[in-house]
């Protein structure tokens, strides 16, 4: 297989599919460490395998004790390249085509109360900080989302956004009155920042130096402030919470798949286990086992 092909793979994933750079960075990975598998142990080009090739693979990445989400991120990786090379006449079979995900455990992900959000959100924050704390918990988004933001996803008198999600796919999210005023104030910081550096950019998040804010400030933020409160926290905790208390509080599970952007209602209902979980520890640390 030439560098070529893959390079077109990657291209077709950025272009037609609206993948992020970081979902086409993991592809580009997981494949080259597949080519190089075939090419070391088999010395063969990976549109000439065989489903032999593929099972010692896999019987690799368990050997090497990769966990099942690994393995299964990895086997999706394989599954649509091949996929793509079949529709392009690249391959004249698909190897890769009934093979099995490994059964992944349900982990349910991590979340923190109403009070605990309350008391991050009282903290003293700086106007940059509040409104990304704001709408990641207020709006559910995800840190890709915030920072893919723009001046003109807002619309202040209606209390909306645009959203920009997987697949580039667009969706409404409302924010309420506190959201609202965060924007307000972070607005007029940003105005002066724009004009101090000189800046014309639509992006909203940019930091008192004038950068752009990224994934990784956002991250490093997120887990600094829950640190004060003794809490192991990521800005997808703060996803969480969003959606486990909207559903708490009495909100349609399709509600709030539209308000998550999930493509499957299966993936919004993790949030009602988790709501279910809860219930029954308040029952018992009330009433005993």
């Not at 009282?122 to 704390?133: A, F, G, M």
């Not at 995800?142 to 209390?159: A, G, H, I, Y």
Request: glycine fraction near 4%; proline fraction near 3%; aromatic fraction near 10%.
């Amino acid at each position: 297989m030439s560098i070529q092909d893959l390079a077109e793979y990657l291209d077709f994933l950025d272009v037609e599919r609206g993948l992020s750079q970081n979902t086409i960075d993991a592809y580009r990975r997981d494949l080259e460490a597949f080519i190089e598998f075939c090419e070391d142990k088999f010395s063969t080009d990976v549109k000439n395998i065989s489903r032999l090739i593929v099972n010692t693979y896999l019987r690799y990445l368990y050997e090497k004790h990769y966990n099942p989400t690994s393995i299964s991120r990895k086997i999706a990786s394989l599954r649509g390249f091949y996929k793509w090379m079949s529709a392009n006449e690249l391959i004249t079979s698909n190897p890769i085509d009934t093979i099995e995900m490994p059964k992944l455990p349900q982990r349910l992900p991590k979340i923190l109360t109403v009070s605990d959000v309350k008391q991050m959100l009282s903290e003293n924050l700086n106007p940059l900080e509040k409104v990304e704390l704001e709408l990641l918990y207020g709006s559910g988004l995800r840190v890709s989302e915030l920072v893919d933001l723009k001046t003109n996803s807002f619309d202040l008198s209606q209390k909306y956004l645009i959203a920009r999600g997987k697949g580039s796919k667009e969706r409404i999210v409302p924010f309420n009155k506190i959201s609202a005023k965060a924007i307000e104030d972070y607005l007029k910081i940003r105005d002066f920042i724009m004009k101090k550096f000189h800046l014309d950019t639509k992006t909203f998040l940019i930091n008192n130096q004038g950068r752009f804010v990224t994934r990784q400030d956002i991250y490093k933020f997120i887990h600094k402030l829950g640190e004060k409160f003794h809490k192991n926290i990521s800005p997808h905790t703060m996803r969480h919470s969003f959606a486990t208390h909207l559903l708490e509080n009495g909100a349609d599970l399709r509600v709030v798949q539209e308000l998550l952007g999930h493509s499957d209602v299966s993936t919004t209902q993790l949030y009602t286990h988790i709501s279910k979980k809860r219930l029954k520890e308040v029952y018992f640390s009330i009433n005993g086992n």
